[in-house]
């Protein structure tokens, strides 16, 4: 049972460069989430999911685009990376209100 | 909206001593929960307790205990017999009961002298 697993661990990116990073879960949960984490901000939300199909805007999703075509993945994508988008990002599944966390991915954009 | 509020950006504490971190939160909702969760250097992130907020009595969990104020919307974790692996930043966190979503505040950098 691996729980969430994300990939890449680490990544740099040019201006301009697109990329996808992956969640995945193996603990069946309906529900995943995108967060980014920054210097003195904590945790924010970026998109989330409450089902296999199905995606919604959580409190930062711009610039960012996600899908959930298995129940088991849930993809964030960066279009056309910015500077603004160097960031922590974490993935997340939660069942019964209890989230479980990736160990997070490192973008830097430069 | 719901914002959560962690004023203290940094604390230190000696080894085998008590700590308390505060946390504030403002929501309308009367159904909800409350978390604080720790990240190590490691990155991940851990969940150290949770507490419902129907229930008046405090969570624990071992070492780790809260203090629970509905009222004044108040939310600190104490850290009691301070350990090196205590060191981590500690996040406060909120979510509605009909919702999924966690808010969280900004985060306390906690140290451990020893």
């Known amino acids: 049972n691996a729980g969430v697993t994300q990939t890449p661990k680490f990544r740099v990116l040019k201006t301009g460069q697109s990329m996808t990073l992956l969640c995945a879960q193996d603990m069946n949960h309906e529900y995943m989430y995108w967060y980014r984490q920054d210097p003195g901000m904590g945790l924010r939300l970026i998109h989330y999911?409450?089902?296999?199909?199905?995606?919604a805007k959580g409190e930062v999703p711009d610039g960012y685009n996600v899908s959930r075509l298995k129940k088991q993945n849930f993809l964030l994508g960066l279009e056309s990376a910015a500077p603004s988008q160097t960031s922590v990002y974490f993935c997340?599944?939660?069942?019964?209100?209890?989230?479980?966390f990736g160990p997070g991915t490192r973008l830097t954009v430069t | 909206a719901q914002t959560v509020t962690q004023s203290q950006p940094e604390m230190s504490v000696q080894e085998a001593e008590t700590v308390t971190l505060s946390c504030t939160y403002d929501t309308s909702e009367s159904d909800y929960y409350l978390f604080w969760y720790k990240q190590p250097p490691s990155r991940q992130m851990i969940l150290v307790i949770r507490q419902e907020a129907y229930k008046q009595q405090n969570a624990t969990e071992n070492r780790f205990s809260v203090n629970f104020q509905k009222a004044a919307k108040s939310f600190s974790l104490k850290i009691s017999d301070s350990q090196l692996g205590d060191a981590a930043m500690y996040f406060c966190a909120y979510r509605p009961g009909a919702n999924s979503k966690l808010t969280f505040g900004k985060g306390i950098t906690l140290s451990v002298r020893p």
């Open positions: 999911s409450v089902g296999e199909g199905t995606t």
């Open positions: 997340a599944s939660s069942f019964r209100g209890k989230q479980y």
